[in-house]
């Protein structure tokens, strides 16, 4: 197809209506959100009090829109300490310092490099926060010294290098790439950019409210070394990077829809030519995602409103900014966004090439390159009836109707379904990291804060999670120090928050009165003071667990039968109410039977307090068999219909029904068996361990009407 005008109005009109703004939870942001809280579970060298705080950037935290093709790479997360802060040179030290900082903090002072936007670091005071008050004293150091911070210059076993990064364990991850960036934070904006905030705009972006927020939320110093600089070894060891990481994800969430595609779109396209870093590139320059992100947040500070929406045209806008892109290369100049004497290209970039691949680029090539590159990838997602459509849009009839057919399948998809599966994936990752690394005062902060802004929801399932976790350590060792803190957290953020009042949690209030007795009078607590905290927290978990099923039936019952009870059941048997539990797990029983999926129970240690041996046994075993098993749901799970099962026949068991009423048992059980695909090892080995339970029963029954 020749016309490029009808292209260009098809291409544009694919993008518009298949990218769609991220309302709603994606899976790359719960893995930023678990990532975060098993980074907040550590600590900085010998100190138990100086706290890991990490934050999520890059692409994860500054895309709102939804592409048809993967928008994040990786999950990009910096961390600092609590006990470290940087304030530019000359800067007095502060006297007040947000809440998530140490009472000790060591304070370095930035000092320029011979290289614009890398400095080095001088410690410089020590902060010592006052008893009775939130302020902070300054002692200066008596000889200032460059500072290489102590994070990330010495192995840490859960993380494994990545350049000047670090990746954390990536079992939990299904296709991303996880990489922590060591920083210093520092609270103030730097003087190397202390001309971005005042600079002339003509066409008002960033306007002054976004300005404002950019500055008060300061910046970092990043563990990075210049490409020029890591063949030195003290520079290697001392120099450091200013980052703007928040500023950007503060300036690029405040693109309008049409910027924040065209930015995907230009990053899609120089991987996919091969135009951005190549590990075989050793020492040479080549072109990275940060000079796309430059050259797009400089278009969308210089180009007027009326440039990116009238007579809206991507590929118009693409060609413009891809030959800006071959004029810099060709100067050997990218200007820095917000430090106004940095250069992100230099001489060693092998541009030759790239800018000769650049200037031949023009508005019907780019068109065809969107339609085959781009367009046709990414509808294979789609159902075979729609990505089928592609194979010949060789006409202006049928591309249109192939990107209509897209467009209309990604606008009547069911997100229900989408969803359901997010919320098992999140409850699979909290339920598994809570149990392999356990909780600290910190990473609860950080659990419920990013796993709210996610879904609130979400927070309310973790709680549940630890308050069963806190009950299982508080049983086996007494009751200690940092899980009595770590609940003090979370029942104090359930208070405080929303839906606290929406779901009445009426143990709630418990909690919080053990809490603080625990935390007054932990060593001298009686045996009978952790009975009753275990017993309160299991309230808690079973209250918590209720209602997140409930908002699951709600929001997610037309695609999933999900019944609310499993944990009262579970509970109820745990206490000998055998009645109650037989109840509710036939009536869960019944609507299982007549409906489709359904919900799994993690078999975690942390569950294990409502359960028999018998499964507890059958789990241990399976994990003998294979310990990579727990990483993976189908081996560690069981479905609410297999666990209703079991229940049901304990309790139809310990009340000695009638012979007529465990065969229908038995149905129960053969279509649970083909339910469950071979994969769901600790489904099929429960409904076998039933089976046996009800014909040892029947036997022995038999055995004893036959004597009689």
Partial sequence: MSD?????????????????????????????????????????????????????TGSAAEFYIEPMLPHVGDIDIMIYVSAELAIPRGHPPPTQLPAEFHSYVKVSEIIDSHVPGYVYLELRYLLTKCTDSDRYNAVEYEEQHVYRGPMWTKPNP????????????????????TDLVGCVRCLAWPPQAADWPTRHRNCNWPDSATVDRVVSNGCDVVDVTHPRCRQDEWMNRYQW????????IVLINSWMPVQQIVYHVLRVFVKTEQLTENADT????????????????????????????????????????????????TEARCPHYFINNCNLVDKSFASEMTVSR????????????????????????????????????????????????????????????????????????IAYYVFLLSITPCSC??????????????????????????????????????????????????????????????????????????????????????SEFV???????????????????RNFGSVATIVTTDCEAMYAYKHGDYQQCLQLSTENIYM????????????????????????????????????????????????????SLYLMTQCQLKLRHSLMSLAKTFDYIEVAHRRHTARRVLDHLVLKLIERKLVRYITTENSHQTVS
């Avoid at 859960?158 to 790439?177: Q, W």
């Avoid at 590159?373 to 010949?392: A, E, G, T």
């Avoid at 009751?479 to 779901?503: D, G, R």
């Fill in 535 to 553: 017993e309160v927290l299991q309230q808690s978990a079973v209250e918590l667990f209720t209602a997140f099923r409930h908002f699951e039936a």
């Fill in 592 to 643: 299982l039977l007549n409906g489709v999926d359904g919900r799994d129970i993690w078999r975690f240690s942390e569950f294990a307090h409502f359960l028999d041996d018998d499964i507890v046994s059958l789990t241990a075993l399976i994990l003998i068999i294979n310990q990579k098993y727990k990483e993976y749901s189908c081996y560690t799970s069981i479905s609410q219909l297999t666990l």
């Fill in 241 to 248: 990077r200013l980052s703007f990481s928040r500023a950007e």
């Fill in 282 to 329: 050793s020492g040479i320059g080549t072109l990275s995602n940060y000079h796309i992100k430059t050259l797009m947040l400089w278009a969308c500070e210089l180009k007027p409103r009326s440039w990116w929406t009238d007579d809206l045209s991507l590929i118009r806008i693409c060609v413009e900014l891809l030959h800006t892109l071959s004029v810099w290369l």
């Fill in 445 to 530: 902060v950080c659990w419920m804060s990013e796993l709210s802004n996610i879904d609130v929801h979400l927070s309310i399932y973790f709680a549940g999670v630890a308050y069963l976790h806190v009950a299982q350590k508080i049983r086996r060792g007494g009751l200690i120090e940092n899980p009595i803190k770590c609940l003090s957290v979370i029942a104090n953020h359930l208070a405080v928050s929303n839906y606290y009042s929406e779901f009445k949690f009426s143990s709630l209030s418990n909690v919080l009165r053990l809490t603080d007795k625990c935390e007054s009078h932990a060593t001298n607590s009686s045996d009978s003071d952790v």
């Fill in 158 to 177: 859960k993380f494994e290098p990545h350049g000047p990064a670090r990746i954390p364990p990536r079992h939990h991850v299904e296709h991303l790439l």
């Fill in 358 to 429: 650049l200037l031949l680029i023009n508005k019907d090539w780019l068109s065809s390159w969107f339609v085959n590159n781009y367009m046709k990838p990414s509808v294979q997602i789609c159902p075979k009836s729609v990505s089928r459509l592609f194979d010949d849009v060789s006409t202006r009839t049928t591309l249109e109707d192939a990107v209509s057919a897209v467009a209309n399948w990604k606008r009547n998809r069911n997100l229900s379904a989408d969803m359901s599966s997010l919320f098992c994936f999140a409850q699979f990752q």
């Fill in 4 to 56: 490029y005008g009808v292209v260009d109005e098809i291409v544009t009109k694919f993008f518009l209506n298949t990218c769609r703004l991220s309302w709603r939870p994606s899976r790359h942001a719960v893995q930023a959100a678990v990532t975060c809280a098993i980074a907040a579970s550590g600590h900085e060298g010998d100190d138990k009090d100086a706290n890991l705080v990490p934050l999520t």
